[in-house]
């Protein structure tokens, strides 16, 4: 989360803080450490599980920003939106009918079913109960090194 929400939580004692960063950040009157690592008091059920809306990016992000018809990787800029049965043949705007495909993919497939357009899925899309925060980029190697004792070994 970002270092406002942390220091908000943190001033309402609602978390414990394991770790800090070396940056400060000061009121008026004080200084403060900005919390690194912080441990709930209470589980809190993240809130995204409840209802993750349908939007571009989150289709992406469940999606791996993979072409859901040739498999590759992409960026956000190179990625449309395709629906699995199309719009214009009664399919919905909705979880299990919308796909992230890159442009050269979803021109191929236009107004056809994968099936037709002898494209194949590479899953079958559903409605994502969570998902990753989009600025947490566990694989790289900027994280923050307060946090690396605190994840798993990958
Ligand atoms: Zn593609």
């Known amino acids: ?8 939580l943190w001033f309402q004692d609602k978390v414990e803080v394991l770790e800090f960063h070396t940056v400060t950040v000061a ?7 900005l919390p690194a690592v912080m441990r709930l008091k209470q589980y809190i059920r993240p809130y995204l599980s409840l209802s ?6 989150n289709i992406f992000l469940r ?11 992409f960026t956000e800029k ?6 699995v049965v199309p719009l214009s043949k009664g399919g919905r705007h909705e979880w299990t ?32 109960r969570w998902l990753p925060n989009r600025d947490l980029d566990l694989d790289g190697n ?8 605190y994840l798993a070994a990958r």
């Open 142 to 149: 900027r994280l923050p090194i307060a946090w690396r004792p």
């Open 97 to 128: 009918n919308v796909v992230t495909a890159c442009s050269k993919c979803n021109n191929i497939k236009g107004d056809k079913s994968p099936e037709r357009a002898n494209l194949k899925l590479l899953t079958r899309p559903e409605k994502p």
């Open 78 to 83: 190179k990625l449309t939106i395709d629906h």
């Open 52 to 57: 993750v809306r349908l939007s571009r990016q």
């Open 63 to 73: 999606d791996n920003h993979t072409c859901q018809y040739c498999y590759k990787k």
């Open 1 to 8: 989360m970002n270092w406002r929400k942390a220091i908000v």
């Open 27 to 33: 009121s008026p009157n004080q200084t403060f450490r």
